[in-house]
């Protein structure tokens, strides 16, 4: 079983519409949780950490379920610029960071 | 402007011929690692760097060497490059251990035939 398993998708949206995104890991002392985005052909970048309490940076939020070892990022009126794959991303100790194979996200006019 | 460089960008080479990919960040970041991302597999990480002279194995290390004799370089060296390398690689730096962005370089697609 992969330690950071998410839908590799992929999802195909209109324009304006509400995506979710989820990610379950498999190991329990994880420290660190982020969302990174990865444009075809390009380096990731982060686009948000996830913290226990949830957080929101606009039309991105992201929670993290620490009892059922799950996150999930929600876009809400897609823009066509968020076409991209989406990393999930765990921490462990030491910097030790797992990635998912990423989820694809193309948003259609 | 803060960035990480790698280099080459693209490379084509044949099996059993070294080669080094270089890896450099400008950041005065302590902490470096090289991936490689393969369809369907993610990032795996091969080798990281907690600080200069300080390396340890990643997931996948078998075929690669690196080194850290300054604290801004880390190359990623194959000594005897195989097909089963080919992929994309990228380099990526952190200001220190624990939770912090990872900033990556552009990533360089290896080919060796």
């Known amino acids: 079983r992969k330690e950071v398993e998410q839908d590799p998708g992929p999802f195909n949206v209109p324009e304006g519409a509400t995506v979710a995104f989820n990610c379950t890991y498999s190991n329990s002392a994880s420290q660190s949780f982020f969302w990174y985005r990865q444009d075809c052909r390009k380096e990731p970048k982060l686009l948000m950490s996830?913290?226990?309490s949830g957080n929101e940076d606009g039309r991105f939020t992201a929670q993290l379920n620490r009892a059922s070892q799950y996150i999930s990022l929600l876009i809400r009126d897609s823009k066509l610029s968020d076409s991209a794959t989406y990393l999930c991303?765990?921490?462990?100790?030491?910097?030790?960071?797992?990635f998912g194979a990423g989820t694809r996200l193309t948003v259609k006019p | 402007e803060a960035q990480v460089t790698q280099n080459p960008r693209y490379l084509i080479t044949v099996t059993g011929k070294k080669l080094t990919v270089t890896c450099s960040q400008n950041?005065?970041?302590?902490?470096m690692s090289w991936y490689r991302q393969d369809p369907g597999l993610g990032l795996r990480q091969i080798y990281y760097?907690?600080?200069?002279?300080?390396?340890d194995k990643g997931d996948v290390p078998e075929g690669y060497k690196v080194s850290r004799k300054e604290k801004r370089n880390f190359p990623l060296i194959l000594e005897s490059p195989s097909p089963n390398q080919t992929s994309l690689y990228f380099c990526a730096s952190s200001l220190s251990i624990g939770p912090t962005e990872a900033f990556f370089g552009q990533g360089t697609r290896l080919t060796v035939v």
């Open positions: 760097s907690m600080n200069v002279e300080v390396t």
């Open positions: 950041m005065n970041h302590e902490y």
């Open positions: 991303v765990v921490g462990n100790n030491n910097n030790d960071m797992r």
């Open positions: 996830v913290y226990s």
